[in-house]
């Protein structure tokens, strides 16, 4: 116990200010992020956008996609010109956009203020993690990125919780909020923060971005290497319908009033909390947040538990465990199941996405560790760009309850006005229940056993499966070193 004490005393002031400073970025932006599948596709007279599934998966998948592959530029631009000054234009970026996101409407304007507030994200990403990096040593690196990726999930814990009681009020007070959280941030990069020691790169910019592509490059040449960054992509496709598609699944079709009554029963004060829409149900970014609560209490103990394994093989096992978690959504519309089922996926998160950096420091030579490390936001960039159309495309034809009721509507001849500006979403299944002589719910159950939208589960069951048999022949066809394994 003394010695982690004397660790603890070891990290300078800067090391807690950049904690902090990601603390409130990740409450920002999963505040904003995890409920944003619904504001982009919800009912005009809740306030939403009202935006297609399509439209939500482009928007989505593109500009996170976009912010993912940043960090390639970014990285460059905070050497040359100090992480300080990165930060504060980072900063401005963050919450200018943040604050306009919630005040624009059209499809794209929406998706400029959402590029723009990626830029942000992007330059923000490299100079915290570096500043992690550059105030720890040999001593103090695992304890202090093992606090850095704690503070991580709670930041991406609390972020949502305050949102979903925000946007029961009104939708912009949720993209205040993030800008208020990135306003903080500024004022203690002004404040307190302290630019950790570094030589500053005199090269000039440009040369230095062309050099990081063409040392890129050079680690893809790696087949090894290159072969397990695309078969990430399948995982973090599969991984991102957590975000995308999940809060709107369960929106649409997952009967949580039942479980809001059973809450109810045992604690009211949670059954009060939870029900942060006040229309007797759990709204969708409090079940879905259980899986940072969950990453935030059981972390350790994963972790201690997998790190017996070698890093491919537990990514395999974790990688398998997610599937099945965010594949049991598919057996019921219970919302308690929901539960088990986001438990389960958070274990296999917890035991897999913490090995990927493990395994490609394995895999790369002794003096090329940071050149292949420098590659691993590949994956990353790629699993939300198709996670996107997964959400998008795919979930619109198979489980978008919109399009499933207009496609019933269809088969039935009946006349209902379209959607439009005038005629809501809300108001397509309120004439649409009366037609068919049913209550909401009692329609929702029809489209569900008449349907099956759940199937779309299936196909993200299947992604996570491929990606799981693709790494198994992987390592046994491709790997030549037992050492990497």
């Known amino acids: 116990m003394s010695n982690f004490s004397q660790v603890f005393r070891k990290f300078p002031s800067t090391f807690w200010w950049a904690n902090i400073m990601e603390l409130f970025e990740r409450w920002a932006w999963y505040g904003m992020f995890i409920p944003l599948a619904l504001y982009l596709t919800g009912s005009t007279d809740t306030g939403a956008l009202g935006f297609t599934q399509i439209e939500k998966g482009t928007l989505m998948g593109v500009v996170t996609a976009i912010l993912y592959f940043l960090p390639l530029i970014t990285g460059a631009i905070a050497d040359k010109y100090g992480f300080r000054k990165t930060l504060i234009v980072a900063y401005i970026i963050l919450a200018s956009g943040y604050f306009m996101m919630g005040r624009v409407s059209s499809y794209s304007s929406v998706f400029l203020v959402f590029l723009w507030v990626a830029l942000g994200a992007g330059l923000f990403k490299p100079v915290i993690q570096a500043t992690i990096g550059k105030t720890t040593d040999k001593e103090t690196s695992s304890i202090g990125f093992g606090i850095f990726y704690m503070i991580v999930n709670v930041g991406a814990f609390i972020g949502p919780i305050v949102a979903s009681v925000l946007r029961g009020f009104d939708w912009s007070y949720v993209f205040t909020m993030s800008s208020a959280a990135i306003l903080l941030n500024l004022l203690i990069v002004l404040i307190f923060y302290k630019e950790p020691a570094q030589e500053k790169n005199s090269e000039p910019l440009g040369k230095s971005i062309i050099s990081i592509f063409k040392n890129i490059t050079i680690a893809l040449s790696d087949l090894k290497l290159l072969v397990f960054l695309i078969l990430m992509v399948g995982f973090w496709t599969m991984y991102n319908q957590l975000f995308y598609t999940l809060p709107v699944f369960i929106e649409q079709w997952v009967h949580t009033e039942a479980m809001l009554e059973a809450i109810r029963g045992f604690w009211p004060w949670l059954a009060e909390a939870v029900d942060t829409q006040n229309n007797g149900t759990v709204a969708a970014e409090m079940i879905i947040n259980l ?117 019933e509507v269809a088969v039935r001849g009946l006349d209902i006005p379209a959607i439009g500006d005038s005629f809501t979403q809300n108001d397509y299944i309120n004439r649409a229940s009366e037609l068919f002589g049913m209550n909401r719910l009692e329609l929702t159950d029809y489209l569900w056993q008449t349907y099956n939208p759940s199937k779309i589960w299936v196909v993200v069951f299947g992604i996570g499966l491929a990606t799981v048999v693709l790494l198994f022949l992987y390592d046994k066809l491709l790997l030549k070193s037992k050492a990497v394994k």
């Open 291 to 407: 899986d940072a609560m969950f990453i935030v209490i059981f972390q350790i103990l994963v972790s201690g538990f997998v790190m017996r394994y070698k890093p491919l093989n537990a990514m395999i096992s974790g990688i398998l465990v997610c599937a099945i978690g965010i594949s049991l959504t598919l057996i019921t519309q219970n919302g308690f199941f929901l539960i088990l089922s986001i438990f389960v996926f958070a274990v296999g998160e917890m035991s897999s996405s913490p090995k990927t950096s493990e395994y490609i420091a394995r895999i790369a030579p002794p003096d090329k560790v940071g050149l292949y490390m420098g590659c691993s936001f590949l994956p990353y960039a790629g699993g939300n760009f198709f996670a996107g159309q997964i959400s998008g495309g795919v979930y619109q034809g198979m489980s978008d309850k919109i399009s499933l009721l207009q496609k």
